[in-house]
């Protein structure tokens, strides 16, 4: 670099730790993170909606996403505890779908910012 020049990496010579500033990672992230969020969301949806419509809890997919809307909502268990049954299963796991999908938009949309 002959005189006070500054360093261009366009003009050849070593690239050292270049960072892309454009925000690529961040939008990757907040995409995951909105994504992760909106499958949880389907899986809790899909199993109140299995519960209402009486499905086959013998089925494999049923016992499924049975499975993975009890591991989502493990916390929720038990909140609220009605006499009727699909009102019990509607809100212990309606309440963390729509907390997920809160969650992980708003965080989401923190992430796009940066």
Known sequence: MPGNQPYDPSQGGPRRYERNRDGSAARRTALIIHTIADIAAVFLGLWILLYLLEANRANVFVGFVQGMADLLAWWSQDIFTMDTEGLRVFLNYGLPAVI????GHG???RMRRL
């Not at 997920?100 to 969650?103: F, I, S």
């Open 107 to 109: 965080i989401a949309a």
């Open 100 to 103: 997920y999908l809160l969650a």
